[in-house]
């Protein structure tokens, strides 16, 4: 609880804290304006204006912060009670991503699926998401029913062919209208069980086909298939930027991702992760008591939830 009380003294500054103005413009060219100054972001999911609030102002006990929000298709599904297939429309998610963008001055990347059925779709969502100001869109190399990658072969995840993969991301480069909005190829051999030499091959084509770098997906807890990855990742002579999820691998600190090679570490659904089970236990001990005041010691107050976020009313 002292933890909570901790987090909630952090949140009152809110109401005298005022999100600064930016442009569509300005957030688009900021991610790559980060990494060029700090070697590497880290990125937090974000699926409500809640959440971007929190991935804003949130501080470390060192000053540490987030340089950029992520938009899960995981967490931006199951906040609609679907599941994570695609059954979710581009233009929801995209609601979605507004009211994050709404509160918020960080930069945003969007977690692409497999960026549709064909090129020609891929094409209309890059055109969208740069008008939006979202700064970078990962899409991920399988086709078929959509399976979340850490099923890993619990599931059949069935690989796209890499021709068809390289089309899609050199049809949805040639839509993007600025040099700053980029595109990532998310490698899923090492999740569908085709190993580290498919990995590879497959990192080669997509940076051939004008990916602005990869992103490399696993589902194991020892890191060691993402290591050996990184390392011969970058011997390509036509190295670019590398995205790491450490979902599953959380042991390894962001400082040794970066030194082997990271430019983008990605916490991808950790705040749904916290908020269901929280949610959830408030919600039985209601059920279980009759009446809420057992429940108050989890709760913020209504006077601080009311006082959470700035009104402009200078009161």
């Not at 540490?64 to 297939?85: C, H, N, Q, R, Y």
């Not at 945003?108 to 890059?126: K, L, N």
């Not at 599931?155 to 990532?184: P, Y």
């Amino acid at each position: 609880m002292n933890g909570l009380r901790q987090v909630v003294r952090a949140q009152q500054r809110w109401a005298s804290y005022k999100v600064p103005g930016v442009t569509v413009d300005v957030r688009r060219a900021s991610l790559k304006k980060k990494i060029a100054e700090k070697g590497f972001v880290r990125a937090i999911e974000a699926h409500s204006g809640l959440t971007g609030l929190i991935a804003e102002h949130a501080v470390g006990a060192n000053g540490e912060k987030f340089d950029a929000t992520w938009s899960s298709s995981l967490t931006s599904s199951s906040v609609m009670g679907k599941p994570d297939i695609e059954v979710v429309d581009t233009t929801a998610r995209l609601r979605i991503c507004d009211e994050v963008l709404d509160v918020t001055s960080l930069p945003m990347i969007y977690d692409g699926d497999t960026g549709g059925p064909a090129p020609e779709i891929f094409h209309f969502t890059v055109k969208a998401l740069e008008r939006m100001g979202i700064s970078a869109c990962i899409i991920e190399d399988k086709t078929g029913l959509k399976q979340n990658s850490l099923f890993g072969t619990e599931r059949k995840q069935q690989l796209a062919d890499i021709e068809e993969f390289s089309e899609k991301i050199a049809r949805g480069k040639a839509a993007q209208v600025t040099d700053d909005f980029m595109i990532f190829a998310r490698l899923e051999a090492l999740i569908a069980g085709y190993g580290h030499d498919e990995a590879m091959l497959r990192a080669r084509a997509f940076l051939d086909a004008g990916a602005d770098g990869v992103m490399i997906h696993s589902k194991e807890k020892d890191p060691g298939e993402i290591f050996r990855f990184l390392e011969d990742y970058n011997k390509l002579p036509n190295r670019k930027m590398v995205v790491v999820v450490p979902t599953t691998y959380n042991a390894v600190h962001e400082k040794e991702l970066h030194e082997r090679g990271a430019s983008i570490i990605i916490h991808a659904n950790q705040m749904l992760r916290a908020a269901y089970p929280a949610m959830m236990n408030v919600a039985q001990k209601i059920l279980s008591n009759g009446r809420s005041l057992e429940a108050d010691k989890d709760l913020l107050s209504v006077k601080e939830i009311l006082n959470l976020i700035d009104d402009g009313t200078g009161n």
